[in-house]
């Protein structure tokens, strides 16, 4: 079965750092691109990073563009988010997603549980 | 403001059919990008419905389906069931960000 399993969430305060962990099985993680999406209470869903299957290409929404960064270790099946300089605005519940298809045309699939990052103080 | 705009709620009896329009308002979203679908239940993640327009993975209903033009798309259920009340919503990739877009999302009411 495939599956996506997130952590490392919790409560930051402004200005903190966090660095979430997905952790893939049932596929060959080295072949497929990752992304990291979030989705803050009661709003829609942000696609937030990219990185290839390679890590040879990374992509970031402009909210996060300088803050965060993505990475991955195929050895280990795992993706990872660093974020630093936290603010109240990336209070999220964060999904890492299976990249499917080719770029432009692309979609995710499947989806972690999620893990939840909270910054306050 | 989402460059994929959804109308914030439909609802519908069960039995009946049902339409969510995923509008798009950048140039550079237009005929050469898919647009695919997701549901998501209540405090649970998103889940693939329809991918590249009108496909639809294994195990999805064929109560749902999917349509596209050069500048809109659309999410059709038809036979409703109370399973179906969720969160829907429409992605696709904006070329001039290099970015991956989400629609706003429409909350689906089963009455």
């Known amino acids: 079965e495939v599956q996506l399993v997130e952590s490392g969430g919790g409560l930051v305060q402004p200005g903190g750092s966090l660095r979430l962990s997905c952790a893939a099985s049932?596929?060959?993680?080295?072949?497929?691109?990752m992304n990291w999406v979030r989705q803050a209470p009661g709003k829609g869903l942000e696609w937030v990073s990219y990185?290839?299957?390679?890590?040879?290409?990374?992509y970031y929404a402009d909210s996060v563009k300088g803050r965060f960064t993505i990475s991955r270790d195929n050895a280990r099946k795992s993706l990872y988010l660093q974020m630093n300089s936290l603010r109240a605005d990336d209070t999220a519940a964060y999904y890492c997603?299976?990249?499917?298809?080719?770029?432009?045309?692309?979609?995710?699939?499947?989806w972690g549980q999620g893990t939840l990052v909270t910054v306050s103080s | 403001q989402s460059v994929l705009t959804q109308p914030p709620s439909v609802s519908g009896a069960p039995g009946q059919r049902v339409t969510i329009s995923c509008t798009v308002s950048?140039?550079?979203?237009?005929?050469?990008?898919?647009v695919h679908w997701y549901k998501q239940l209540p405090g649970t993640a998103p889940k693939l419905l329809i991918y590249?327009?009108?496909n639809r993975p294994s195990g999805v209903p064929d109560r749902f389906s999917g349509s596209k033009s050069d500048t809109s798309a659309s999410l059709a259920i038809t036979g409703l069931q109370a399973e179906d009340e969720a969160d829907y919503y429409c992605?696709?990739?904006?070329?001039?960000?290099?970015?991956?877009?989400f629609g706003g999302g429409t909350k689906l009411t089963v009455l």
């Open positions: 590249a327009n009108i």
């Open positions: 950048s140039p550079y979203i237009g005929a050469g990008y898919d």
């Open positions: 992605q696709s990739y904006d070329s001039s960000l290099s970015t991956w877009v």
């Open positions: 990185i290839s299957s390679s890590s040879s290409t990374t």
């Open positions: 997603a299976r990249d499917r298809g080719v770029t432009g045309r692309n979609w995710f699939d499947p």
């Open positions: 049932g596929f060959t993680f080295s072949n497929y691109g």
